[in-house]
């Protein structure tokens, strides 16, 4: 069964840090390029980050700029997605994906398989 799990969201004040993780099962990220997306309530999914599969390509949505790092561990079969400086408005349900694509992309429509979602909350 293939299966994308995110964990490592929860609480925290506004400055602090979370590292996101997606880990991949019954099948290989290796090929496929991964993407951080995230929702919060009442808006529109919006794609945070991406990585191509081979060459480390990554594009950011400018809101996370110098604040949010995708990075991945092939060999752990899992992608990360370190945040730090966060902010309020960086409250959502954030969610990662795999696309049959090796090229980054911010498109979700691009992407065939979703994990269940973390919840990330900042407040003070």
């Known amino acids: 069964q293939l299966q994308l799990v995110e964990s490592g969201g929860g609480s925290v004040q506004p400055g602090g840090s979370l590292r996101l993780s997606c880990a991949a099962s019954?099948?290989?990220?290796?090929?496929?390029?991964i993407g951080w997306f995230r929702q919060a309530p009442g808006k529109e999914r919006e794609g945070v980050s991406c990585?191509?599969?081979?060459?480390?390509?990554?594009y950011y949505v400018e809101s996370v700029k110098g604040r949010f790092t995708i990075s991945r561990d092939n060999a752990k079969n899992t992608v990360y997605l370190q945040m730090n400086n966060l902010k309020p408005e960086d409250t959502a349900v954030y969610y990662c994906?795999?696309?049959?694509?090796?090229?980054?992309?911010?498109?979700?429509?691009?992407?065939?398989?979703w994990g269940q979602g973390t919840q990330v909350t900042v407040s003070s």
């Open positions: 990585i191509s599969s081979t060459d480390g390509i990554t």
């Open positions: 019954g099948f290989t990220l290796d090929y496929h390029a």
């Open positions: 994906a795999a696309t049959a694509f090796r090229e980054a992309t911010m498109y979700s429509a691009d992407y065939d398989y």
